[in-house]
């Protein structure tokens, strides 16, 4: 069984920083394309950003791009993701994500075959 784990999320004020962590166990970690997407309340599941297999080649939402860094650690099957400067539309549950997928697709939520239970993240203005 795949389990992903996210954790790191909460309260934090606008302009700060958070990360999340996920930690993904049932697979070897190293195979996969592993990603970030985020929910709002009445709004679609959005990309946030995605990495290949060793984290070398990243990419990113336009919404978040400059102010998010996605990272992983192979030898800690653990995705990060670190947020800065964030913002109130920043606000949404934060799910990370893994699959055996094309790279390019990595921005489409549907090409996902494992996911993690959510983190919630809220940015007060």
């Known amino acids: 069984q795949v389990l992903l784990v996210g954790s790191g999320g909460g309260l934090v004020q606008a302009g700060g920083s958070l990360r999340l962590s996920c930690v993904v166990s049932g697979r070897t970690f190293s195979s996969l394309v592993m990603g970030w997407f985020r929910q709002a309340p009445g709004k679609e599941r959005e990309f946030v950003a995605a990495c290949n297999w060793n984290g070398d080649s990243t990419y990113y939402g336009d919404s978040v791009k400059g102010r998010f860094t996605i990272s992983r650690d192979n030898a800690k099957n653990t995705l990060y993701l670190q947020m800065n400067s964030l913002k109130p539309e920043d606000t949404a549950v934060y799910y990370c994500?893994?699959?055996?997928?094309?790279?390019?697709?990595?921005?489409?939520?549907?090409?996902?075959?494992?996911w993690g239970q959510g983190t919630q993240v809220t940015v007060s203005s």
């Open positions: 994500t893994a699959g055996d997928i094309d790279y390019g697709l990595a921005y489409d939520p549907r090409e996902y075959d494992y």
